[in-house]
């Protein structure tokens, strides 16, 4: 994932001295951090939800979802940020509505 992020210098940290490095280096695992941690909550509230739905995610399962993705992520292009996106009563941004995708059609 720390590749992707940094995809604008093929992956690889080119500044000249260890300190600039280093700085880089942190803030690049500081991003990658905050993505994992974006990941897990929003799973673990998407896992909540099914079950809420009468639909459990079996644990043989749960297992093998890791929050290391980071596909739905858009690393290039436009970003349009919404300052007053919908969200849940406790402050968490909404989930998508599995009936409204395309697969559900």
Request: charged content about 20%.
């Amino acid at each position: 994932m720390s590749r992707a992020v940094f995809h604008h210098r093929l992956g690889e940290l080119r500044d000249r001295t260890a300190e600039a490095q280093a700085s880089r280096a942190s803030g690049l695992n500081l991003l990658t951090s905050a993505i994992i941690l974006w990941n897990t909550v929003y799973l673990d509230r998407a896992i909540a939800a099914a079950t809420a739905r009468k639909q459990p995610i079996p644990d043989h399962l749960i297992r093998h979802i890791a929050p290391l993705g980071w596909e739905h992520i858009i690393l290039t292009g436009d970003y349009i940020w919404s300052f007053d996106p919908p969200k849940t009563p406790d402050g968490y941004r909404l989930l998508r509505d599995p009936s409204q995708s395309l697969l559900a059609a």
